[in-house]
């Protein structure tokens, strides 16, 4: 398998690692292994899933718990990181 997007049905396939490089500065979610989600915009994230995020808003069975400037989640926390539909001034 090669390292790069492989072309599958005329379009490019993109890689784990090519999702990731162009969520950069846009709002995530990312769900942590104990259920936990933090919301906000992503700064950085290294190879070992490192996390540093802006904006952080943390949510506990859905419900708004803490906000913080900036956050740091360690990589082997983190069950998922998802793209958030919705931006942070609606509430999401």
Same mark, same amino acid.
């Given at each position: 398998? @090669?390292?790069?997007?492989? =072309?599958?049905?005329?379009?490019?396939? =993109?890689?784990?690692?090519?999702?990731?490089? @162009?969520?950069?500065?846009?709002?995530?979610?990312?769900?942590?292994?104990?259920?936990?989600?933090?919301?906000?915009?992503?700064?950085?994230?290294?190879?070992?899933?490192?996390?540093?995020?802006?904006?952080?808003?943390?949510?506990?069975?859905?419900?708004?718990?803490?906000?913080?400037?900036?956050?740091?989640?360690?990589?082997?926390?983190?069950?998922?990181?998802?793209? @958030? =539909?919705?931006?942070?001034?609606?509430?999401?």
């Amino acid at each position: 398998m @090669s390292s790069g997007g492989e =072309k599958v049905g005329g379009g490019t396939v =993109k890689t784990p690692a090519d999702f990731l490089k @162009s969520i950069r500065g846009r709002p995530v979610v990312v769900k942590l292994n104990s259920g936990v989600d933090y919301r906000g915009i992503l700064a950085c994230l290294d190879g070992y899933m490192n996390i540093a995020m802006e904006q952080t808003e943390e949510y506990v069975n859905g419900q708004l718990k803490n906000k913080y400037g900036d956050a740091f989640i360690r990589g082997n926390n983190v069950l998922y990181i998802s793209t @958030s =539909k919705r931006t942070l001034a609606d509430g999401a």
